[in-house]
Antibody, heavy 121, light 107 residues
Framework: EVHLVESGGGLVQPGGSLRLSCAAS????????MDWVRQAPGKGLEWVGR??????????EYAASVKGRFIISRDDSKNSLYLQLNSLKTEDTAVYYC????????????WGQGTLVTVSS | DIQMTQSPSSLSASVGDRVTITCRAS??????LAWLQQKPGKAPKSLIY???SLQSGVPSKFSGSGSGTDFTLTISSLQPEDFATYFC?????????FGGGTKVEIK
């Protein structure tokens, strides 16, 4: 059974940094593209970015709102996805979800339960 | 960026009702359209991809249609477990974008 479990959220001051993790199990992690999607409290969903798989050179894509501040990486040997959040702003406060894309396709099938990041002084 | 506009933003319906939600893209996206369901305090769940294909395990009461710019999600007979917020999402181009959501509430 596919499982995605995020961790690393918490309270951080504006300008600070945080690293989120997503532990994957139940599938061949290295085969899949993986995304981060966030949801501000009471708001809709916002795509954050993507890491492709090894076959596609682990290349990444980012939303304009986070490009240059956030970094997506992965460690296939640990079945883990990461999101490094730097230069955090209050508007980055959100639940951050990792999501798996169907192998060879570009739509989501599984989502993690999310981890809350609160940016506040 | 491609804007995704859902309507209505909320609706009230009774158990057994047929419910239709619409989603319009600001430019053509072929059939690169997904529908997601989210219950309060829970992660999104993927329901439909390629505008009309059901994800594995999703009951057939859910159906999707459309291509180009106009899409619909239909729930044929609303059940208590279907009361949730539904989002459309395009994956035609970066950045991926979502509709604002449709909250389906109990009448």
């Amino acid at each position: 059974e596919v499982h995605l479990v995020e961790s690393g959220g918490g309270l951080v001051q504006p300008g600070g940094s945080l690293r989120l993790s997503c532990a994957a199990s139940g599938f061949i992690f290295s085969d899949h593209y993986m995304d981060w999607v966030r949801q501000a409290p009471g708001k809709g969903l916002e795509w954050v970015g993507r890491t492709r798989n090894k076959a596609d050179s682990y290349t990444t894509e980012y939303a304009a709102s986070v490009k240059g501040r956030f970094i997506i990486s992965r460690d296939d040997s640990k079945n883990s996805l990461y999101l490094q959040l730097n230069s955090l702003k209050t508007e980055d406060t959100a639940v951050y979800y990792c999501a798996r894309l169907i192998s060879g396709r570009f739509y989501f099938d599984y989502w993690g339960q999310g981890t809350l990041v609160t940016v506040s002084s | 960026d491609i804007q995704m506009t859902q309507s209505p933003s909320s609706l009230s319906a009774s158990v057994g009702d047929r419910v239709t939600i619409t989603c319009r893209a600001s430019q053509g996206i072929s059939n690169y359209l997904a529908w997601l369901q989210q219950k309060p305090g829970k992660a999104p769940k993927s329901l439909i991809y390629a505008a009309s294909s059901l994800q594995s395990g999703v009951p057939s009461k859910f159906s999707g249609s459309g291509s180009g710019t106009d899409f619909t999600l239909t729930i044929s007979s609303l059940q208590p477990e279907d009361f949730a917020t539904y989002f459309c999402q395009q994956y035609y181009s970066y950045p991926l974008t979502f509709g604002g959501g449709t909250k389906v509430e109990i009448k």
